[in-house]
């Protein structure tokens, strides 16, 4: 998958990132969410997302497809996910859709915070992280923006509403 510079943003950022498509299967990921899974990204592209979930979560996991279909995010979402190697966290899931140029829905971008990891030095991570790519989004807008193709115009639009979400998470409430 082409890295726009916009997404560029998530290669090796702190926080756990996915894009799904429209129907929950996982078309790209970062670093972070395939070493805190266990994986190799390799093996996570083209799964649903159930797979990293256990059985006893898909109907939380569902719930939360649901309320995207219907609003076009999900905030504020705890959800019990699984790694490779069977052991499981929690999960607080918050997502935003992405549309194509004519305003049709083809996926959404995910964070996921693993609550066994929040603490302060984490939180701090997370808040400058959030700080710099808002303000990387920034430069973007204001110097690529117009050259951009549509795709990569909509890449950037659902990124920006994403990190807008997450600069409204209040970390501290997670520790």
């Not at 808002?134 to 430069?139: H, S």
Request: with cysteine; charged share 30%; hydrophobic share 35%.
């Amino acid at each position: 998958m082409i890295q726009t510079e916009a997404r560029k943003i998530l290669k090796d950022a702190p926080v756990m990132w996915r894009r799904i498509n429209s129907i929950g299967i996982i078309l790209d990921c970062n670093s972070t969410y395939a070493a805190n899974l266990g994986y190799a990204k390799s093996e996570i592209l083209g799964k649903p997302i159930f797979e990293h979930v256990p059985k006893n979560a898909w109907e939380e996991m569902n719930d939360s497809l649901k309320t995207w279909f219907e609003t076009g995010k999900v905030t504020d979402r705890k959800i019990i996910f699984k790694k490779q190697d069977g052991s499981t966290f929690q999960g607080l899931l918050q997502a935003t859709s992405l549309y194509d140029e004519n305003k049709n829905l083809i996926g959404s971008n995910t964070v996921i915070f693993d609550l066994s990891q929040m603490n302060e030095e984490k939180i701090k991570e997370f808040e400058k992280f959030f700080k710099e790519s808002n303000l990387r989004l920034e430069e973007i807008k204001k110097n690529e923006y117009n050259q951009l193709d549509e795709n990569s115009k909509s890449e950037y639009n659902g990124l920006k509403n994403m990190f807008d979400m997450l600069s409204l998470v209040n970390l501290h409430e997670l520790n």
